[in-house]
């Protein structure tokens, strides 16, 4: 069935009834529910602003959800008239429809729309999996991958140990990608940062008005992931209070929200993640040993990428040929001395640290050369054995790299900092084929 998200100021029993009749699932509330409700799974909204005045609230309230969903507005013919409608329309809605509503018309444009909303996001999922997707070449990635899809199709918990930057998200999202519940939510909270007094309520949601600011009542992430699968990232960090709420969850599958009056269910498969030892946690009282075992239905250990070396050239390439597409620079290529320097290097944050060294070296190469000096790899022996002409040259370009980008594309300014003349700067983009537009926009892309 389609899901359609409907706001509007007043219930219009007869709009929702004839959405309803033409086969959408409808999530129905007013402007102040909006806000609880923005992180949902929703990507069709038709925002009824008959009656609304408060286009402060709508703008903030539409801001929030229209990166992620297609919106129609329905408006009065008056308010057509008011430059404040007609800027909202503009800024955020796919299409508009005046009152009064012309069912025919209407349910043509919301069956294009929500096509549309379907077209977008295969197309954005695309592009996600190919940049989540897992590569597995070693044999230990290969145990790891044969180790998920055995506990995959079963809705038993798993704790994924590994250091940080191992992949550990990436894990439980195959995890998730290979289960029965594919189809519902995957959603991830990082225990570690959320806001120490909101954490409950960032978990379980709270009521309308539990609390000073909770102008309306919120989803929680338990909420949310119903029918899907919550990944519990850094659960080690999750203060012992809330352990108790969430072995409760856990052991009777039920919750309360902040402020709430009675239990809410949710049907939820967890899968947790921690890179310190919970057994060093559970032995200084900071880890619930009942939760640690209601977690730990399997463990997952997630190899480091010294303990996986043979993955390090083709995840390189892979990330080469990501980062050479986002920045539009075609032909992008690792050197023998990349590949060599990649091998030797120890990884100490694994996975995350090489993307980051790609992504570097990828906007610093030139002419497309990755090399170990872009990646920033280069020992002192290769240094020593560079001819210095090569040396100055790479040093150069970085530096003017680095000035452009920080005076955001201004030359003026980035010869200032280089301390040279704009013509000296000129000549030298020119020496070295450094788009000075690419360099800015390059800036921004980061
Ligand atoms: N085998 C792999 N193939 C492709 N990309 C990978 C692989 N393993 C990890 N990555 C990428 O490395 C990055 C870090 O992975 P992830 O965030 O899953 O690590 P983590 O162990 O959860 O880290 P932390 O403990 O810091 O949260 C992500 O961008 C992920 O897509």
């Given amino acids: 069935m389609k899901n359609l998200l409907l706001v509007s100021q007043h219930y219009d029993d007869c709009l929702y009834q004839s959405i309803k009749r033409d086969g959408y699932q409808i999530t129905h509330c007013d402007f102040k529910e909006l806000e609880g409700i923005c992180e949902s799974n929703q990507h069709l909204g038709v925002i009824d602003l008959r009656g609304c005045s408060d286009l402060i609230l709508i703008e903030r309230l539409l801001d929030g959800i229209h990166s992620h969903m297609l919106i129609v507005i329905i408006v009065n013919r008056q308010q057509l008239k008011n430059t404040d409608i007609k800027r909202v329309i503009g800024k955020y809605a796919w299409d508009y429809h005046t009152e ?43 145990a790891l991958d044969e180790q998920i899809s055995r506990v995959a199709p ?20 195959n995890i998730h990608q290979e289960s029965r519940r594919s189809s519902g939510p995957f959603v991830a909270v990082n225990c570690g940062s959320m806001v120490s007094g909101l954490v409950q309520s960032e978990l379980f949601g709270h009521a309308r008005g539990a609390f000073t600011g909770a102008v309306a009542e919120r989803k929680g992430k338990i909420e949310l992931a119903d029918t899907g699968t919550l990944f519990l990232d850094e659960i080690g960090d999750l203060p012992l209070d809330q352990q108790a709420n969430l072995l409760r969850f856990l052991q009777e599958g039920v919750f309360d929200k902040v402020g709430g009056t009675g239990a809410c269910k949710a049907n939820v498969r967890i899968l947790a993640a921690t890179h310190i030892d919970l057994d060093v946690a559970i032995s200084k009282g900071e880890f619930r040993l009942d939760l640690y075992y209601r977690l730990n239905g399997v463990t997952l250990n997630t190899p480091t ?110 010869a200032v900092h280089l301390q040279i003349s704009r013509a000296t700067l000129y000549r030298l983009l020119e020496k070295h084929d450094i788009d000075q537009s690419e360099e800015l926009c390059l800036k921004n892309k980061n």
Avoid at 123 to 140: A, F, T, Y
Avoid at 162 to 169: A, P, Q, Y
């Fill in 100 to 142: 009064p509503i012309d069912h025919g018309r209407f349910f043509r444009m919301l069956g294009h729309a929500s096509g549309l909303s379907t077209l977008k996001r295969i197309s954005q999922s695309s592009l996600k999996s190919e940049n989540e997707s897992m590569l597995i070449h070693s044999p230990v990635m290969q």
């Fill in 154 to 173: 079963t809705d038993i918990p798993v704790l994924i140990r590994g250091e940080s930057g191992t992949g550990k998200e990436l894990v439980a999202l």
């Fill in 305 to 414: 990428l010294q303990q996986r070396s043979e993955d390090i050239l083709p995840l390189a390439r892979q990330f080469v040929d990501v980062f050479a597409r986002e920045f539009d620079f075609p032909g992008c290529h690792l050197t023998d001395d990349a590949c060599r320097a990649l091998q030797r290097h120890d990884w100490p944050g694994n996975v995350r640290e090489l993307i980051n060294r790609v992504r570097r070296a990828v906007v610093l190469s030139d002419k497309g050369r990755v090399n170990a000096a872009a990646l920033d790899l280069l020992s002192i022996k290769e240094v020593e054995l560079l001819p210095l002409k090569v040396l100055k040259n790479q040093v150069e370009r970085t530096a003017i790299i680095n000035a452009m980008q920080f005076s955001n594309g201004h030359a003026e300014q980035a």
